[in-house]
């Protein structure tokens, strides 16, 4: 028994087990790995780095690599030599050279006092000292204060290495004070050859198949994909892994599955739907892993629809594409778009979801039946519902409440012969169609709920049509409704706000533009500290498209036209211009004034 908690504990995680211990080891880096060698054959080894990419790309690998061959007694060409004490030291953790910090729970002030005073002593063996500091953006304000002055001028046997998976976080004073490096997702054939590579060292059995799919799943990430192959060679020990043993393990679903939903979603087969999914639940498939997994389907439908020779693009077997080519031509681009849509929104929602089941059966709804949605590409759905029924034989074609369609089973005459078991004559489904085309875009285009135009219609037209609507249906805002807008903003504006506006518009500061006096029209100013022009809602809020959009949205809640403007300003946020006409109208209880800018 002892023999066996002996095996147990000896056993090490293969991302663990194969962490590159040389340069050419590290795979989809190529061009850091370039840039790293250059500076260590020149003597040209910076004070400072930061390493910036998603998680899995090899960040802390190359710290450790980077650490030992500058340390390291007999460098080589690939990096560190691995027989050196000095190599050996840093390899079991031993060694005093090179520190590891992970920022997530030494975040503080103290700690990185404690670097400060640290670095004061040169190493006594080996040639640097380096810290590498995992997961940077996750240090507190006054802790990045502290490490500014060290690590612009820190002594010359010093090397800081930050690594991070949030650069936009870090401060751009830690920023500007290191060479950045920025990690690349990992080419799915390079994980696939890495992943083959090691199942041949650990004497296992793999199908190539299988090793791609968990490529794919780790979508980019090394120690992802280790991982997963990890649980999967446990699951599938004295066997061969397979493809199917892969999506049993991992809880993915087969693209069998995919088609027959889709098929199913087609034909308005709502009992068939529930079955799949009461099956991949009884299955024990997660249904967020679900929900990403159709969703790229659907993606690879819509593009071999547009484009059918570009499987290999979508890194796809010969047999699947066929399969797909074959299913996209039941659905119109326009369709298959929509699917996308809805199903983008559901992959958000699902993880917020305390109902993921329910969430995910109100998607499926929304995609089978087309008009419970209002915009132009449900009513292209609900056309070609229409046009499919009066297609088939047997079929009877759904008949509008102000339209009556006869029931006459004769043919009528040439060029006008009637659909077999329908009893409507061609010409006259083409002006049914025609008709509720014209009937449905004037209605929308009337009340202006036309807010998602797709192909079909000339999208820029169809959008100044919309947007003209709205903006003569409206009365400017006054000074009154800008500084109600304001003062309402969080508590009743937000929450009636779509989509990303309604996430960005939660995380801005606005107050009615100074320019304007008590009377006549008034604007809504969006307020950014200066520090934030790389953020991503600011960026959002300078495009003349998005800013045009979010001020319609807020013209339709409050019924009055607003206008918008953007500014950035020295200082916090909930602050408030002193030239604002509103300066004098606002309970300033617990807001903070700044001067205007000069």
Same mark, same amino acid.
């Given at each position: 028994m002892k023999e066996e908690e002996l095996v147990y504990m000896s056993y090490i995680a293969l991302y663990r087990k194969f962490r590159p211990d040389s340069f050419d080891e590290v795979k989809g880096q190529e061009h850091i790995v370039t840039t790293l060698q250059n500076q260590l054959r020149a003597g040209r080894v910076g004070h400072a780095y930061l390493f910036c990419?998603?998680?899995?790309?090899?960040?802390?690998?190359?710290?450790?690599?980077?650490?030992?061959?500058?340390?390291?007694?007999?460098?080589?060409?690939?990096?560190?030599?691995?027989?050196?004490?000095?190599?050996?030291?840093?390899?079991?953790?031993?060694?005093?050279?090179? !520190?590891? !910090?992970?920022?997530?729970?030494?975040?503080?002030?103290?700690?990185?006092?404690? /670097?400060?005073?640290?670095?004061?002593?040169?190493?006594?063996?080996?040639?640097?000292?380096?810290? /590498? !500091?995992?997961?940077?953006h996750m240090l507190s304000a006054g802790a990045y204060n502290a490490l500014l002055k060290t690590l612009e001028e820190p002594p010359e046997y010093v090397i800081f290495i930050l690594a991070t998976t949030d650069e936009h976080k870090l401060p751009v004073t830690i920023k500007s004070r290191c060479q950045r490096y920025d990690f690349h997702r990992i080419p799915l054939e390079t994980i696939t050859d890495r992943l083959v590579e090691i199942v041949d060292r650990e004497g296992g059995d793999a199908t190539r198949d299988a090793l791609k799919f968990i490529a794919r799943t780790a979508d980019g990430s090394m120690r992802d994909a280790l991982s997963i192959l990890d649980e999967c060679m446990s699951a599938s020990l004295g066997s061969t892994l397979d493809r199917e043993s892969v999506l049993k393990t991992i809880g993915a679903v087969s693209v069998d599955i995919y088609i027959e939903l889709v098929k199913s979603i087609k034909s308005d087969d709502a009992l068939r739907v529930l079955d799949i999914i009461n099956e991949s639940i009884y299955n024990g498939k997660d249904l967020t892993k679900f929900v990403d997994d159709f969703t790229w389907f659907m993606r690879n439908v819509l593009f071999l629809k547009l484009s059918p020779g570009i499987s290999k693009e979508l890194d796809m077997t010969e047999e699947n594409a066929e399969e797909l080519i074959e299913l996209g031509?039941?659905?119109?681009?326009?369709?298959?778009?929509?699917?996308?849509?809805?199903?983008?929104?559901?992959?958000? &929602?699902?993880?917020?979801?305390?109902v993921k089941r329910v969430t995910l059966e109100m998607a499926l709804i929304r995609m089978m039946r087309p008009e419970s949605d209002t915009d132009l590409s449900s009513v292209i759905g609900r056309i070609e519902r229409l046009e499919s029924a009066g297609v088939g034989a047997g079929q009877v074609v759904a008949q509008p409440e102000s339209v009556a369609i006869s029931s006459d089973t004769e043919s009528s005459a040439s060029g006008g012969q009637s659909r077999a078991g329908t009893g409507i004559s061609d010409s006259e489904i083409q002006d049914l169609i025609k008709n509720l085309v014209h009937k449905e875009i004037e209605a929308r285009i009337g009340d202006g709920t036309f807010d998602n135009a797709k192909p079909h219609v000339d999208k820029k037209k169809q959008s100044d049509i919309v947007l003209k609507n709205i903006r003569e249906k409206f009365p400017p805002a006054t000074a009154d409704d800008i500084m109600d807008l304001a003062r309402k903003w969080y508590r009743d504006?937000?929450?009636?706000?779509?989509?990303?506006?309604?996430?960005?518009?939660?995380?801005?500061?606005?107050?009615?533009?100074?320019?304007?006096?008590?009377?006549?029209?008034?604007?809504?100013? /969006?307020?950014?500290?200066?520090? &934030?022009?790389?953020?991503?809602?600011? /960026?959002?809020?300078?495009?003349?498209?998005?800013?045009?959009?979010?001020?319609?949205?807020?013209?339709?809640? !409050?019924?009055?036209?607003?206008?918008?403007?953007?500014?950035?300003?020295?200082?916090?946020?909930?602050?408030? &211009?002193?030239?604002?006409?509103?300066? &004098?109208?606002?309970?300033?209880?617990?807001?903070k004034f700044i001067d205007s800018e000069e």
């Open positions: 990419g998603t998680r899995g790309t090899g960040k802390t690998t190359m710290a450790k690599l980077l650490a030992k061959t500058v340390n390291c007694e007999n460098p080589t060409e690939n990096g560190p030599c691995g027989k050196c004490p000095s190599c050996k030291a840093i390899a079991d953790g031993s060694s005093l050279n090179v !520190i590891e !910090i992970d920022a997530a729970s030494n975040n503080g002030v103290d700690n990185i006092r404690q /670097i400060n005073e640290a670095v004061q002593y040169s190493p006594a063996q080996g040639k640097y000292l380096v810290y /590498i !500091i995992d997961e940077v031509k039941a659905f119109s681009a326009e369709t298959l778009t929509r699917y996308l849509n809805i199903l983008q929104e559901l992959c958000s &929602d699902i993880r917020a979801s305390s504006i937000v929450p009636k706000l779509s989509g990303l506006k309604k996430e960005y518009a939660n995380q801005i500061s606005v107050e009615p533009s100074p320019e304007y006096q008590l009377e006549g029209p008034a604007r809504l100013r /969006i307020i950014f500290d200066e520090n &934030d022009k790389e953020n991503n809602r600011y /960026i959002y809020f300078t495009i003349d498209k998005n800013r045009s959009e979010f001020a319609d949205e807020l013209s339709q809640i !409050i019924g009055k036209n607003v206008e918008l403007e953007v500014v950035t300003r020295k200082g916090v946020k909930d602050t408030l &211009d002193k030239d604002s006409f509103a300066f &004098d109208k606002i309970d300033f209880d617990n807001i």
